[in-house]
Nanobody, 116 residues
């Protein structure tokens, strides 16, 4: 069983920055990939960024050049550095982990609100 706990969300003005963290805990799992997804009110959950065990990254077009995903493998922690935030980035951000056995895990989410 894997537990994911996000932190770092909050309220920020447009143009500001936030860094999200996701700590993974549990036993008996190996990570295939981790990522961040988000869901705005009335919209479907969408991919923000992912990073594989080999450190390959992938970003949604809407965040390229503004957001950076990274991992600290020694701490099993995932990060999302968000710069130049826009009101349309407002959403609940979810951490995602896919294990080597292809099980998918989700965190509880952290709210990010960007005011104009």
């Amino acid at each position: 069983q894997v537990q994911l706990v996000e932190s770092g969300g909050g309220l920020v003005q447009a143009g500001g920055s936030l860094r999200l963290s996701c700590a993974a805990s549990g036993s008996g799992f190996s990570i295939n990939s981790m990522g961040w997804f988000r869901q705005a009110p009335g919209k479907q959950r969408e991919l923000v960024a992912t990073i594989t065990s080999g450190a390959s990254t992938n970003y949604a077009d809407s965040v390229k050049g503004r957001f950076t995903i990274s991992r600290d493998n020694t701490k099993n922690t995932l990060y999302l550095q968000m710069n130049s935030l826009k009101p349309e980035d407002t959403a609940v951000y979810y951490c995602n982990l896919i294990s080597m056995r292809r099980y998918t895990y989700w965190g509880q989410g952290t709210q990010v609100t960007v005011s104009s």
